[in-house]
């Protein structure tokens, strides 16, 4: 069979197993739509937050990515499972106690005031929205090369697919779809990594076959080292002493972004217990970490392959899938000196070949020779990875509008039933609005991870952290903080980052620290920001001062979100 | 329960948060950026230490820490008798 038909087959297959899940786990109140109820066992809640966690970027884009930045790439792996260590120890459990649904629910009450309420609920709507519209253009590019359909109708694919089992099922329907897509993609990423591991250096485990040795006894970290320095492109694992800070910048505001980010701290929400709470962060992790330590080697691996199969070999001797990938734009040579043969150097001038980094994960198991059904399989894993991050920033919108900004500011009186109407209404809208951007995306979306990575670290982390863990932290310190960060972190990315108009160059940056790393000062300057003006302005209330005492201590969590 | 049991209780939640947490700081930002380069001058097997950490080794060693947390607050629960029944 063709690649063609085993995908038709494979992705048909993935999707009616979403369905059916879907149609079994629909929901029918607030709190199953909103918390799934809150009786998700941590297990499954820990696959369902891995499979929210890991959009298309990391499934497809950030194998190809590490594979051109070698130790650069460092920054993604560690930002974003640090994060995770953050939220189980500093978060999750907290949060948990306090039992309700949202974040702008903790803010709003922590800090007594409908204000901080509405300005947690707009960052959560703005930085949901930025995040969801990649989401829908990653889905659109899947669609549009794998079943050859025009890019608008694989975007209109997508929304169906969610449309159908957010709206139906709530976080119920999404928390389980996402386990199954969990399944999906994490098998889908780790096949062909063991091939080509075994291929390369006869280790099945990845991890440990990236340290492992050539079929010519040299060790393949080194091969690749010499490789590159050979061609201009500098050592795969060291790194410029210039660059130190910025990996130190962007690292900490992934970690802290992660730990602030509203569709991930919801999940948290949907457990039992506060023990469940920490246990599953723990879990998610695991899960997290099962693709994230794969990807290094997948990259070493990918390099090398393509640095021997490429470099100084004549033209016309180039594999399929060269020729095929040049035909979709994505590779392209210019024989430059005329010999015939590929130069791949680091030098611009010299350099005969371009590569789009996305297509090293896509492009691997044809490089590798992989059987015809893996390649469809890795196509069904990116579509997951795509769908199951999407549908969760969804309901963080719908919730958001639903809840927050319906029935606890607009109409506190409406019934359950009229609720749960609205949040389905909101669902649907914002599936839709998310479809339409992501076909005619605006200009930033190329930049959203950086703004909302960004925005979430200096306007969340550190107003949930003090209302945790400082008592006397009051309203007006969590509000100035976190208008002052946010605006701060914004104006900074917004300044130095071209593609969004701004005006700035690298040579302004503040410290050398670019626009993607940003969030990390922005943190700070909340932070700062907020004790000062706190201890300058009468201390909360007292009975938010108990609270806060209460939510330090598990005894007591009431079934979630028991109001 | 009163309330010096509540702040001993919390105080040795924040003794394991800063433990638990230097050692998050170390393993990424100290083995794994920080001090990369004099670490990768040491190989075990084809890797170099510092770019180990920073591509293998931090994500371990967070996966662990969580569940160490998660044992000892279990623990911490119990012993101060503010576990969930």
Redo the contacts between chains.
Sequence with gaps: MSVQTWTFLIVGATFLLYIAVAIWARAGSTKEFYVAGGGVSPLANGMATAADWMSAASYLSMAGLISFMGYGGSQYLMGWTGGYVLLALLLAPYLRKFGKFTVPDFIGERYYSSQARLVALICAIFVSFTYVVGQMKGVGVAFARFLEVPFSTGILIGIAIVFFYAVLGGMKGITYTQVAQYCVLIFAFTVPAIFISLQMVGNPIPQIGMGGTLSDGTYLLDKLNLLSEDLGFGSYTTSGMDDRINVFFITAALMLGTAGLPHVIVRFFTVPKVRDARKSAGYALLFIAILYTTAPAVAAFARTNLLQTVSNTEYTEMPSWFKKWEGAELISFDDKNGDGRIQYVADKTANELTIDRDIMVLANPEIANLPAWVIALVVAGGLAAALSTAAGLLLVIATSISHDLLKNYLRPNISEKGELLAARIAIAVAVVGAGLAGMNPPGFVAQVVALAFGLAASSFFPAIILGIFDKRMNKEGAISGMIVGIVFTTIYIWYFKPQLGGPGTPDGYWFGIRPEGIGTLGMFINLIVALVVSRMTAPPPESVQQMVEEIRIPRGAGKAAAH | ?NNST?QA??KK?LQY?IV??AI?FIV??GC???F??TL?TIK?????L???F???G???V??I???V??VL??RL?KAF?????
Excluded: K
């Design positions: 329960m509540r209780y919390w939640n948060l638990l947490l998050w990424s930002f794994g950026i920080l990369a380069d990768n075990i097997g084809g890797f170099p510092g770019f180990w920073a591509q293998q931090a994500i371990y967070f996966v820490l969580i569940f947390y998660v607050m279990n629960d008798d503010v576990d969930e029944q």
